[in-house]
């Protein structure tokens, strides 16, 4: 209402102005014409016949002007004399002053001052009416998503009102932004970047390091014992030891100077966990070209320290690898790639140590790489075999059990070892379905030769961790001996000490029932698992092989002397029967028979034979002594 009434004054004001300035240029146009008229038509009068008035006050075109009527017909007055009045019609003059050049080009210049005195009236309108809707919708806007806005034109302009809302919803976006990010990059548990994050900041890392000539170093961080801590507290401690651990890495970046914080999500950039138990540190060796290796040492010592959980210490050390950009690698994945390699190598060094990748290190990745994927062909191809190396007793070299043995004789690399290939089959899954095959290959020979005569002999099958970790192993076995009819109690099951003594209660329990059904238990590579000989009896197992470490070094050290000895006594009064691996010479055989020891397994005896080979040596002159004693006699080769 306002805005229409100031305008309405304007018009008005500006219309006034215009009868005035018209007035006054009638007014010279009056006193031009009785000087010298311009073509004006004239009317005189007689001065009795008429009678001069002056024109009304609200006429103010004609103000100030005498005016003469005739017929209707209004007449100004040019100039009198006793005689006459002479005059003009007063339209005409009207008129001729109206369109008079000076007067028209006044018009225009006052229309155009009117015209641009209106737009602008309407365009300041416009505009604070468009700014009044920005900031209805502003607030509209701000109540949606739950945002106090400081409302009230009286305090503000409309412009300041839209300045203060711009500012609040620019406030929010970029805190929306941050937990955005968070969110979407943050690792959930420890409140690192994740992997995915980590890559992109590598990437970025990585182009400015090409532009400006430095290095750089990617430290990939591996704990080591970390299963051993789920399989023994739950996974809730190990949960919390993830935690500590991002903690006392955050500390080492902050000692040595090398963190980044985003500005955006407030999240350290050169550090990230990237999946289980692994973590990794990005170091820009522009300044130091050593620092990798320091902040990697230090790495090294702050994990090592206790872990204090409740009222249990834990302790743990980590194995690392160390890639340099552009020695090692050029690409994010690359460096990563290499990096993990080196910590591999770190791992099979002896672990809670770091290692530097080098061109070696990635002929040996390359090699396990080839492998894997010759193994994936041999496997679906049956290009393995099993060989089986019998285990006899010490006092009759009467054969107690053979051991399957898995070969691999590669058509280009040749016979590729055990040592070599089991790994790579556990790492990647393979052994599920090679010790598949195993298990019933092992489980068809033995049940030929039962039926031919060996029926106080067994054999024995290794089984690996994670073929208890993914089998219901009692399942699994019970299926495999009813597919090949092999009685229960000609199988013995061979597991290493380091696997049994991580098994869950459920493995455990699997394996009671195994025994249960007459499977014999074995626990291999006795003495290289570090377990309590106290934790023997707790252990479904039934028979010991002594690893064959101390067969080699009994003869030499005391210690290892000893161990054996009390190996042997342990396993008479739990009621286990103990086996001595690696027997390669007559004196270790006489040491261990000396020791009381039941049984013997190594090259002394035998080397791994084809089954073709055993059917030879055993089932052709040892008929009528299998028949009558359900087993047969090894010939060692040397004497005895």
Same mark, same amino acid.
């Given at each position: ?83 006459? $009045? ?50 209805? *919708? ?16 009286? &305090? ?31 690792? *959930? ?16 890392? =990585?182009? =400015? ?7 750089? #170093? ?38 040595? *100077? ?30 130091? *070209?050593?620092?990798? =290796?320091?902040?990697?040492?230090? $790495? ?83 290009? %393995?075999?099993?060989? %089986? ?12 059990? %053979?051991?399957?043995? $898995? ?22 899954? =393979? ?90 238990? #074995? ?6 698992? %570090? ?76 080397? /791994? ?7 030879? &040596? $055993? ?19 040397? /004497?005895?």
């Amino acid at each position: 209402m306002a805005n229409a009434l100031r305008t309405l004054s304007i018009s008005i004001i500006t219309l006034i102005a215009f009868i005035y300035g018209l007035n006054i240029f009638l007014t010279k146009q009056v006193n031009d014409l009785m000087y010298a008229p311009k073509g004006l038509e004239l009317h005189t009068f007689q001065g009795t016949d008429v009678t001069v008035v002056t024109a009304p006050w609200y006429n103010l075109v004609l103000s100030g002007q005498h005016l003469v009527y005739d017929n209707n017909i209004s007449y100004i007055v040019i100039n009198t004399t006793n005689e006459s $009045v002479v005059t003009a019609m007063t339209s005409d003059l009207i008129l001729t002053t109206l369109f008079s050049p000076v007067n028209i080009i006044i018009l225009i210049l006052l229309a155009l001052a009117i015209s641009w005195l209106v737009n602008l009236r309407f365009q300041n309108n416009h505009e604070k009416y468009a700014l009044k809707m920005l900031n209805t *919708k502003a607030i509209e806007l701000l109540n949606s998503l739950n945002l106090a806005s400081e409302s009230g034109i009286n &305090k503000h302009t409309q412009l300041e009102q839209l300045q203060v809302n711009f500012q609040t919803l620019t406030t929010h976006i970029t805190n929306y932004t941050r937990e955005s990010e968070v969110s979407i990059y943050q690792d *959930k548990l420890t409140h690192l970047i994740d992997r995915h994050a980590y890559i992109e900041h590598l990437a970025k890392q =990585l182009r =400015l390091a090409e532009m400006d000539k430095f290095s750089c #170093a990617l430290l990939f961080i591996d704990l080591d014992g970390f299963k051993q801590v789920n399989d023994s507290f739950g996974h809730s401690f190990g949960d919390d030891v993830l935690i500590q651990v991002a903690t006392r890495l955050s500390s080492v970046l902050r000692h040595h *100077k090398i963190s980044n914080i985003s500005p955006i999500s407030q999240l350290e950039q050169n550090l990230a966990r990237l999946g289980g138990d692994e973590f990794s540190i990005f170091i820009n060796l522009k300044d130091d *070209k050593d620092k990798a =290796l320091e902040v990697a040492q230090n $790495v090294l010592h702050e994990i090592e320290r206790d872990f204090v959980l409740g009222n249990k210490l834990i302790k743990i050390s980590a194995s690392i690898g160390i890639a340099v950009y552009p020695d090692s690698a050029s690409t994010p994945q690359a460096l990563l790639q290499m990096a993990d390699v080196a910590m591999y190598r770190a791992k099979t060094d002896g672990r809670g140590i770091f290692k530097v990748y080098s061109p070696e290190m990635g002929k040996k990745i390359r090699r396990y790489h080839y492998l894997l994927e010759e193994m994936r062909l041999a496997i679906a191809s049956s290009s %393995f075999h099993l060989s %089986f190396q019998p285990i006899v007793h010490v006092d009759d070299c009467a054969i107690d059990y %053979f051991e399957a043995l $898995v070969r691999w004789d590669h058509p280009v690399e040749g016979s590729i070892t055990p040592d070599e290939f089991i790994p790579i089959a556990e790492e990647s899954n =393979l052994i599920l379905e090679l010790g598949d095959w195993i298990m019933l290959e092992s489980c068809r020979q033995m049940s030929a030769w039962y039926n031919a005569g060996m029926k106080k002999v067994s054999i024995s099958v290794n089984i690996s961790g994670v073929q208890l970790k993914h089998y219901d192993i009692y399942e699994w076995v019970m299926e495999k001996l009813a597919k090949t009819g092999l009685p229960a109690k000609a199988l013995m099951l061979e597991i290493t000490e380091s696997t049994l003594i991580k098994a869950s209660n459920k493995i455990i329990q699997s394996l009671e029932k195994l025994r249960s059904e007459g499977i014999t238990i #074995a626990i291999d590579d006795f003495g290289t698992g %570090f377990s309590s000989l106290s934790t023997l009896a707790d252990l479904p197992i039934d028979v010991i092989k002594l690893d064959k470490l101390f067969v080699a070094q009994a003869n030499d050290n005391l210690k290892y002397n000893e161990i054996m000895h009390s190996v042997s006594e342990l396993g008479r009064k739990l009621g286990l029967k103990v086996v001595a691996e690696g027997v390669e010479e007559l004196a270790q055989f006489e040491l261990v028979k000396s020791m009381g020891i039941n049984s013997v397994q190594g090259y002394l005896v035998s080397h /791994p034979e084809s089954s073709v080979n055993v059917g030879h &040596k $055993v089932l052709q002159d040892n008929i009528n002594f299998m028949s009558v004693t359900g087993t047969g006699v090894w010939n060692i080769q040397q /004497p005895l």
